[in-house]
């Protein structure tokens, strides 16, 4: 992994409206991550979440609106292009293909590797060479996220958390400068939770990117998020620190039953 | 460790240079019957090798790919012979594999947007109209009768029966020579398509394959790539066509009808889905069955003689009824095909000599396969 | 205009016996995402059956073994054949081979005991025609119109008001949610598979019947154009079926009937005209006119 020098570009959401069928999953929802931030996204389920994630990485297309990263227009871009400029995301459900975490991994060097099919087909000599060289940045990725032992299992062998993690490592081999997280630790056991934790913030003090955060543990978005972004029936109703957020009253309401709960887990 | 890799490299090798050599040396051996079976597998199995690239790790079905070896075959034939340009055969064979690229690449608008099924079934398409195509184009095709296949020259050596050559005192005629042709164009195929397949194109197909939405969001260009395979996949059978024109010395309409397309889905299928070695596998199996069961007819209990016509079971008939049992069969008893059964025999062989579990041997808390490919997240 | 009118409701006919077809297609793929390449066999299977036992039962007893014994055999091809590789949507794609082989068992076992004879299935339209308004028209096409569409009529009165097809709907719209069922999801399987193959039995009267020459060992091969027929539709549509399978006769009898205008696509395009069409309508519209997602990866 190559430690940027540089500040990533600012990810600037403004006004995004999304339409399912009559449904309005989004309105006019915008939203400023700051660069090498951590910027969390809470709401209700059903809130519209995952739908910016989808808005932010191309496979949703917003009727309204624009989402900028620095001088780039990234709305009407196709998914590829979006993560070529530099956005990588992971899912909610795992969604890995099929092959060791090697492979995976490779995948994820996609956008920063040339070989096409011909010169994969003929094996030559600068395709090898680019081979060797994506396998050493892969097992970097695998190292910091603590899959080197793993690093040549079959996906389908490895515990769940190690899969979450295998697609966190996925899209840090994208050298992200955002990196949107969906629900991180969901399913995941305590020690597991601690150790994804540690990864988060060691990749963003190494690597120095942005992360977007979609996570239901409040304990865990306090902890790690400098902004929070809460969303409720697909409006932004409130903006700010963690501390300010949790003292926001439309919050409350909005998350009434899981309000107290919020507070336990913080 | 690499110790002991470069010692399983070694034996690898080993194994392939004795490969070779019996390959090589089965002409002195074998009589033209066992001869054009090796030849047709060979052919298959380049054919076939495409097909997994599309269908078994590309995951795109079709069912169009004898419209695309026909495409080879004619292209070849229209090339090379007169009526057409006539050219030198050599660089009429490159260019049939070339017009079968191209001829993939004009699906494109298909196979980028159309998926799974609905895929399939477009492709179906190709075999009836390129059939109804090659039936009418007289000119070009010669119709229902086909046309000859020129024999392949390259630098004066001609690969058919015109001029005597014997090697060690024995006769080369023109399965002989087509033999050591099928090799190299077999050999080619498993080197490129090995190197497609652990390479970074490979990787993205795969991804295709068990999740569009992951691949796209990894960067993966994904109408591309599709478009991409199928024209890969074209060539590999554009190049089984042509081998196919050479060994067949005739081409006919009839030949490259949807029977053919279904055979070349059971090889991939009885092999083991996205594998150059079980590609190869199925299209042996599929190529060499009736063909031994038709010759080998009278040895066989049940089966009457070629020619008996009193409602017994022909030769042509028991291949098929074996031919169709053996795909359930193998199918029923292993789903992953032939190459999925030596793999797991392999890992059962060798937890028994070694007595502790290797690392790759599956774990307790091995979660079931369909668990991985989660469903697709609905944007 | 009469001959338009002619090639009409010739086109209708058609449909309308590709429409039992294509429904039996769309089902199987329904319940179990299979692509079913062996409704060829049962079909003919349906038909050669009607054809031996006729002599014996009369033409509604034969049809009625016809249909039963068609909708077991498919049953049991679900049951004991493609069911032993379980559940799992992924292996659609395996048992989908697997009717290949069952295709190529029962297409050749059928081949060998019907060889080059035209049977006769001993319908009783026979060759008679009756006049409607300014054309004529075989008897048996209206017959295959009415039937159709009493049959067509009556599953999709199964579907909407019968658990079965109320289970059918569900596990064809969340595979997890319907597995829950356990093994009821397996009844549902078997049953869709079982009304499938009594569909293709009856479609083969029809293919058989006049003006057709009779059944033949080719006869089968029908079945193929009922697959343009249900993806044109959307595979997953029962009502697409039925409006793709008549756009495909239409097509099919329209552009046989213009064949001397059409010259310059060759003799013979009104067999292949449904395909070109399907490739047209799939290059607007990915899942056909009606369809949803594709759901069979192979």
Known sequence: MTTRTTAPPALTVTDVTVRFAGLTALDAVSFTVTPGSVHALIGPNGAGKSTCFNVLSGLCRPATGTVRLGDADLTRLAPHRIAALGVARTFQNIVTTQGTVADNLLLGRHALSRSGFTASALRLPHARREQREQLARAREAAELTGLGPHFDSPVALLSYGDRKRVEFARALCLEPSVLLLDEPVAGMNAAERVRTVEVVHAVRAELGLSVVLVEHDMGLVMRLADEVTVLDFGRVIAHGTPDEVRRDPEVLRAYLGTGAEAEDAA | MSERLSRARAVRLGWTFAAVVVLCALPFYLDAFWLRIGLFSMAAAVGAVGLGLLSGTAGQLSLGHAFFLAVGAYGYVWLAGEPGPGLPTALAAVLAVLLAGVAGGLFSPVAGRVRGVYLGVATLALVFLGHHVLLTADSVTGGFNGRSVPPLEVGGFSFSADSELSLLGVPFGAEERLWYLGLALFAITWFTARGLLRGRPGRALVALR????????????????????????????????????????????????????????????????????????????????????????????????????DGAVGPTEAARYLYGAAIVLILLFAPDGLHGLVRRLRARLRSRRTAPPPADAASPSQPPASAVRAKEPTP | MTTFLDNIFNGLALGAVYALVALGFVI?????????????????????????????????????????????????????????????????????????????????????????????????????????????????????????????????????????????????????????????????????????????????????????????????????????????????SPPGALAGSLLIGLTEALVAGYQSDLHILGEGFGDVAPYAVMVLVLLVRPTGLFGGKAAVRV
């Open chain 2, 210 to 309: 068990d999740s569009e939405t992951a691949a796209a969001v990894m960067g993966v260009d994904v109408s591309r790539y599709r478009s991409a395979a199928f024209v890969v996949s074209s060539m590999y059978a554009g190049l089984a066509g042509v081998m196919l024109a050479l060994a067949f010395r005739r081409v006919v309409p009839d030949y490259f009808g949807l029977v053919l397309s279904v055979d070349y889905l059971a090889m991939i299928v009885i092999g083991g889905l996205g594998s150059v070695a079980g590609a190869t596998a199925g299209a042996v199996f599929v190529t060499a069955l009736p063909l031994l069961m038709t010759r080998y007819a009278d040895q066989l209990p049940l089966v009457a003689a070629p020619g008996t016509t």
């Open chain 3, 28 to 236: 199987i793929f329904k319940a179990s995402g299979v692509m079913n390449f062996a409704h060829g066999s049962l079909l003919l299977l349906g038909g050669y059956l009607t054809a031996v036992f006729h002599d014996d039962l009369g033409f509604a007893g034969a049809l009625a073994v016809a249909v039963l014994v068609t909708a077991a055999v498919a049953g049991a091809m679900d049951r004991f054949l493609l069911h032993a590789g379980g559940t799992d949507p992924h292996t659609a794609h395996v048992q989908t081979i697997v009717t290949i082989g069952v295709d190529i068992v029962i297409l050749t076992d059928l081949s060998r005991r019907i060889g080059g004879d035209l049977l006769s299935l001993g319908d009783p339209w026979g060759d008679s025609v009756s006049g409607l308004g300014p054309v004529t028209v075989a008897d048996s096409r209206i017959a295959a119109i009415v039937v159709s569409t009493v049959v067509i009529a009556g599953v999709f009165a199964l579907f909407r008001y019968t658990s079965w097809g109320l289970s059918l709907r569900a596990s064809a719209e969340d595979v997890e949610a319907a597995a829950l069922m356990g093994v009821r999801l397996v009844r549902i399987r078997t049953l869709a598979w079982c009304l499938a193959g009594a569909l293709a039995a009856l479609a083969a009267v029809f293919l058989a019947a006049f003006p057709a020459p009779g059944l033949e060992r080719t006869t089968g091969q029908i079945a193929l154009k009922a697959f343009p027929a249900a993806i044109l539709g959307g595979m997953a």
